[in-house]
Nanobody, 131 residues
Framework: EVQLVESGGGLVQAGGSLRLSCAASGFTFDDLTIGWFRQAPGQEREGVACFSSSDGITYYADSVKGRFSISSDSAKNTVYLQMNSLKPEDTAVYYC????????????????????????WGPGTQVTVSS
C-alpha cells in the first residue's frame, strides 16, 4: 500500500515559520517526484514546490521563492517543506503528492504546477497564518 502522510501544520503568526513533513510508505525515493500543493476554500489547488529524487532538482513557485525550501531524508522516506516568513495568503490546506518514474521531458516547472501528473496524495495538513 502506498501512503503519504503530511504533518506539521498549525496556526502561526505572520512572519513565523513552520516545517511540514511528508512521510512516504510503500515505495522508496528512487526515481520519485514529490510535489507540495496548497488549496484554500473556493480556490483552485496550486503548486508551491517540488523535488525530484533522480537529479535532486527543486522548483518553487514565484510566490514562495526565497521563503520556502524543500529538503529530504531518504533514510526516512520523508520530504520536508520549510516555510519561513509566512504570510496570511499562505493560509491553505497543504498536500504532498508523489509521482514515480516521470519522464525527463516533464520539466521541473510542470512538476511544480500540474497536479494531474501525480499518482498519490496525502490527506493534507492545515496551515493558518494570522495577521
Amino acid at each position: 500500500e502506498v501512503q503519504l502522510v503530511e504533518s506539521g501544520g498549525g496556526l502561526v503568526q505572520a512572519g513565523g515559520s513552520l516545517r511540514l513533513s511528508c512521510a512516504a510508505s510503500g515505495f522508496t525515493f528512487d526515481d520519485l517526484t514529490i510535489g507540495w500543493f496548497r488549496q484554500a476554500p473556493g480556490q483552485e489547488r496550486e503548486g508551491v514546490a517540488c523535488f525530484s529524487s533522480s537529479d535532486g532538482i527543486t522548483y518553487y513557485a514565484d510566490s514562495v521563492k526565497g521563503r520556502f525550501s524543500i529538503s529530504s531524508d531518504s533514510a526516512k522516506n520523508t520530504v520536508y517543506l520549510q516555510m519561513n516568513s509566512l504570510k496570511p495568503e499562505d493560509t491553505a490546506v497543504y498536500y504532498c503528492a508523489s509521482a514515480i518514474g516521470l519522464p525527463p521531458r516533464i520539466t521541473p516547472m510542470q512538476r511544480m504546477r500540474i497536479p494531474t501528473i501525480y499518482d498519490y496524495w496525502g490527506p493534507g495538513t492545515q496551515v493558518t497564518v494570522s495577521s
